[in-house]
């Protein structure tokens, strides 16, 4: 039995710093089999995770030794916080580590929905000249909506800035009268609803929880002005897929990028299947080889220090 199970990809780096100490298994696959994982947790004191491996009541109950949970990324809505702090496991997330992938991930969606062009490959192979469809827009000038000013959004406002984009932002965490917004020239709105009627592009950076469900609904998306852009690298579940499919269908919104879905992976015959105004991409935003290298090591060094303080 191995002190430290590891359920997702990981930075080998990382992983071979931990078996210098510790009995580790190493199997990404144990992500779709949770028998198998359920099997491996017998003896283990931590457990590594990224966002696929549910880390719930019945998983922590087959775990009697555990008392750290590592969190390759930031978002937590996989594991059963709660029930981790009853059981007094510690949760560590990878805060900041990702956060530069992510808000480049978000410019990059910015430019390539607003100026379009980028999809006309196939065309100009086929010996298409399509100019006129081809002509897109700028995004220097236009208004970027921020929902939620953490540290992601923060990295995406600075760049954005520097592409000539008026940011607004609204989160309730932050007072108006916080030095954050003044320190990143960010115009901060009192309500969600707000901010939508004034961007030309959303970008939502919230975590998923019981205020966050859908909070991108039927009903907000018609707020949203005519010819807009939403852009989800945040978590599936805040926007709801089927009102936005239909915005999306009808027109009502230009175009959205997805890297995350209230349904992951995405079955085939999805609800954005044949739209070709949207990007979707398979919950990779915070993955890069940089940011891997980064969020492994981090979480390695985390709870290998967490195991030290807290002896079998």
Do not use: K
């Amino acid at each position: 039995m191995s002190d430290i199970v590891i359920s997702e990809f990981m930075e080998e780096g990382a992983v071979e710093s931990l078996r210098a100490h510790r009995t580790v298994c190493y199997d990404p696959s144990l992500a779709d089999d949770p028998a198998r994982l359920t099997r491996c947790l017998r003896e283990a004191r931590a457990l590594i995770v990224r966002n696929r491996t549910q880390v719930d009541a019945e998983l922590l109950a087959a775990a009697p030794q555990l008392c750290v949970v590592g969190r390759l990324g930031v978002g937590l809505d996989n594991i059963d916080t709660a029930h981790c702090r009853l059981r007094s496991i510690e949760v560590l997330p990878a805060t900041g580590a990702n956060n530069v992938a992510v808000a480049e991930y978000v410019i990059a969606a910015m430019l390539l929905l607003v100026r379009g062009s980028f999809a006309m490959t196939a065309e100009v192979e086929a010996g298409r000249w399509p100019r006129g469809a081809a002509i897109g827009g700028e995004v220097s000038g236009r208004v970027l909506g921020l929902v939620g000013f953490g540290g992601i959004a923060r990295e995406v406002a600075t760049r954005a800035q520097a592409l000539g984009l008026s940011l607004l932002a609204h989160d309730p965490a932050l007072a108006t009268d916080a030095v954050l917004w003044r320190r990143h020239n960010v115009q901060p709105v009192d309500s969600i609803e707000a901010l939508l009627a004034g961007s030309d592009i959303v970008s939502l950076h919230v975590p998923l929880n019981a205020q966050t469900r859908h909070l991108i609904g039927s009903t907000e998306l018609a707020r949203m002005r005519t010819g807009a852009c939403l852009i989800n690298a945040a978590r599936g579940g805040v926007v709801d897929d089927a009102a936005l499919s239909l915005a999306l269908r009808e027109g009502r919104l230009a175009a959205a990028a997805l890297d995350v879905f209230e349904v992951e992976p995405l079955p085939a015959g999805s609800l954005f299947e044949g739209l070709d105004n949207v990007l979707l991409t398979p919950h990779i935003a915070g993955v890069t080889h940089e940011s891997n290298t980064r969020v492994s090591r981090m979480i390695a060094d985390a709870v290998s220090q967490r195991l030290e303080e807290y002896p079998a």
